[in-house]
């Protein structure tokens, strides 16, 4: 049985790509008092996590903040544009998309999932040429939108989303286009208005560092359209009174004060890097980690170099190698949390997170960790991966974030 009075020494490496680690800058914000949800000092922090919020999706239109996981952003967005039986085209990136698909399903709409054949579709990204030639199939416009995954977290492939966007006007479709980015966000390029996508989600416990628990809806013009004759019963996630509401700061119902507290210190902490910043120590690091797999002469689970993921790897195992044995050792020895191979991976690979609140050696801890668990387990290593990572670290120098503070 799990002791919980058992404290082992130094802190637990939470390398799971979402929840990532929580920076206590963000922790201490969010210990303040819980204030009066309908009062001044409320209404002003509203308003600054409201227009903050906007800057990380790259849009100036609402953004609507949930207190729910990322999952009831998920419903918000399609049950606030789409009416039952509507069809839905999904693309089947991974394990998220295929969630996503089954939710369409429960709500009473007709998701069609489009994808490559086998589990060689979770090696790749989005194929916008075939979303292209659906939709040009679609000649009287049944399909109402098309929904895909940024950031696949269970196999660590981001997808091009301006493609998406390229494919749907080639195609001269009327379809809402909705995106999932609720790993992507904060850590991978995003541009909600340029790359016209009509509803992002998104969460908090991804690349915004903070715990889990509030999500968002981020909405355009001709989403805001839709959702006035959108027939699928939506009240808790429906968007015309929240917007309202927002206007002022406030929120219809009692929002999660102390959440916000901490967004609003992930705002300053995020913003204050600078978003392209932001992006750039995700790519090194992603690029670092990549060199370490390459090394151990293991593969990575995303196939198509055009989109690997900055925010997380997938490591496969050799054949008869099971990832969840290697991830438990890995758990025991060193106090280390990787993530899961989910669906039809499972046990075929595990994912390695380097989002959020990383850097350097944060990664190259956390692939000490990784090497010293293979080690452990059998698993034959061509050469060092740690090597590898600190050879691509120090011939990719960053700038010094230290001394520019200074
Ligand atoms: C984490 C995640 C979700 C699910 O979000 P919850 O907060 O667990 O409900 C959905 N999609 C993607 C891509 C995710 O990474």
Redesign the pocket.
Known sequence: MLKLDFHPAGRHFLQIP?PSPVPDRILRAMSYPTIDHRGPEFGALGLKVLDGIKKIFKTSQPVVIYPA???GAWEAALCNTLSPGDAVLMYETGH?ATLWKKMAENLGLKPEFLGLPGVEGWRRGVQADMIEARLRADSNHSIKAVCV?H???STGVTSDIAAVRRAIDAAGHPALLMV?T??GLASADYRHDEWGVDVTVS?S??GLMLP?GI?FNAISPKAMKAHQSAKLPCAFWDWTDIVEMNKQGYWPYTPNTNLLYGLSESLEMILGEGLDNVFARHQRLAAACRAAVTAWGLEIQCADPAVYSPVLTGVIMPEGVDADAVRKLIYEHFDMSLGTGLGKVKGRMFRIGHLGECNDLTLMATLSGCEMGLKLAGVPLKASGVAAAMDYLTSHVAKPSLKAAA
């Open positions: 979402g996981s990322g999952t998220f995954v950031n696949e977290t999932d609720i790993s969460g416990q991804k889990p999500s």
